[in-house]
């Protein structure tokens, strides 16, 4: 990825380096471009999957766009079991994503995650809840919580990469998916991921330090509010806290 971290407003650019997907026209990103150069729908009845209940013939609707291919089928048993299908889906279209871009060498302090999801894990939430009314408190998983909540996917992919500068979930609906994206353009864009960074790897900084760190890295000004001896100011536009600095 490119980025620019002068002092100038001109936005930085943000560069996709890989791409991952799993969906109803396929297991993958030439499977998903793939059937769309085809003008096919991932639409279809899902009769199928209904014949398992009991109310399936009092359904109005009984079509879909079921991902084609299960996500379970490339992960291991026990990873399988310890996600929800939200989170397998997640996991296996970031493991594609990585690829594509090179299986990159990232420093953790500079990696974040942003994934958004409208409601989470439910098949787990709905399971879970069918087991306890069944056989009672004692037979639910322990792994409940981790595979219902909704940051459950993020924090699949943060751990399996190793991610340190932020894991984010945005919940809003159909939205989510492209609030993530703003945001971890944002993440890029702004510096954030570089800041955590430095801040992290020196917990003790000199003036010198400080100074050296800003020159290399303008991004540093835009603090929200920077403080110098019993001075402070509003951090933007970054030429406002010049004069503390001198």
């Known amino acids: 990825m490119r ?3 002068g002092m100038s407003t001109t936005p930085a650019e943000v560069v ?6 799993t969906t109803s026209l396929g297991g993958d990103v030439d ?17 199928d999957l209904l014949a398992a209940f009991a109310f ?12 084609a291919v299960s996500p379970a089928e490339a992960l291991t048993r026990v990873q399988a079991r310890r996600m929800d ?20 060498e990232v420093e953790p302090e500079r990696l974040a995650v942003a994934i958004g999801t409208g409601i989470g894990g439910v098949s787990t939430l709905l399971d879970q809840d069918d087991l306890i009314e069944e056989r009672g408190p004692g037979k639910v998983s322990p792994l409940t919580v981790p595979m219902l909540m909704p940051n459950g996917p993020a924090a699949w992919v943060s751990i399996e990469y190793g991610a340190r500068a932020g894991v984010f979930t945005p919940v809003s609906a159909c939205a989510s998916g492209a609030e993530a994206i703003a945001q971890a353009a944002r993440l890029i864009r702004d510096g954030e991921a570089e800041f955590k960074a430095l801040k992290k790897k020196k917990a003790e900084l000199s003036k010198a330090d400080i100074a050296k760190a800003i020159a290399a890295h303008p991004i540093l000004l835009q603090r929200p509010i920077v403080v110098a001896a019993k001075k402070a100011a509003i951090g933007r536009p970054p030429e406002a806290v010049l004069p503390l600095l001198k």
């Open 85 to 104: 299908r939200a989170e397998q889906a997640a996991f296996v279209a970031a493991r594609e994503a990585w690829a594509a871009a090179g299986t990159p």
């Open 3 to 5: 980025y620019n971290y």
């Open 56 to 67: 399936a013939d009092d359904l109005p609707t009984k079509i879909g766009a079921p991902m």
């Open 16 to 21: 996709i380096t890989g791409l991952g997907a």
């Open 31 to 47: 499977a998903l471009w793939q059937g769309m150069l085809d003008g096919r729908s991932g639409v279809r009845r899902i009769d």
